[in-house]
């Protein structure tokens, strides 16, 4: 199983920008567990947004500005990233768990099998 991230880049404060999650090797089906994290310099990996059946979780730091969808018969998830601020820059990973995780559980990267390798997004003016 593979994930492959995609769309990062470099963009202004106040703007935005969409990454993709392609899966290949397994379907990921709607009660499959699908999420964004990412680790910005010397900090640690941080939850960022989490989807699967009937539910979605956000960070607290991105609610609002940060929207999670699956797109089920393309095997991908996006992260569509509005009104973006200096913090969010980092490393932005996409993971996987095949099963539907409860919503407390949505939150912790143990909980997740299959990791992107990472897309890249810098904030800055």
């Known amino acids: 199983v593979q994930l492959q991230a995609s769309g990062g880049g470099l963009v202004q404060p106040g703007g935005s920008l969409r990454l993709s999650c392609a899966a290949s090797?397994?379907?990921?089906?709607?009660?499959?567990?699908m999420a964004w994290f990412r680790q910005a310099p010397g900090k640690d990996r941080e939850f960022v947004a989490a989807?699967?059946?009937?539910?979605?979780s956000y960070a607290d730091s991105v609610k609002g500005r940060f929207t999670i969808a699956r797109d089920n018969g393309k095997n991908t998830a996006y992260l569509q990233m509005n009104a973006l601020k200096h913090e969010d820059t980092a490393v932005y990973y996409c993971?996987?768990?095949?099963?539907?995780?409860?919503?407390?559980?949505?939150?912790?990267?143990?909980?997740?099998?299959?990791w992107g390798q990472g897309t890249e997004v810098t904030v800055s003016s």
């Open positions: 989807s699967r059946i009937a539910a979605t």
């Open positions: 993971a996987g768990a095949p099963r539907t995780l409860i919503t407390s559980s949505m939150r912790q990267s143990r909980e997740y099998d299959y």
């Open positions: 090797g397994r379907t990921f089906s709607r009660h499959d567990t």
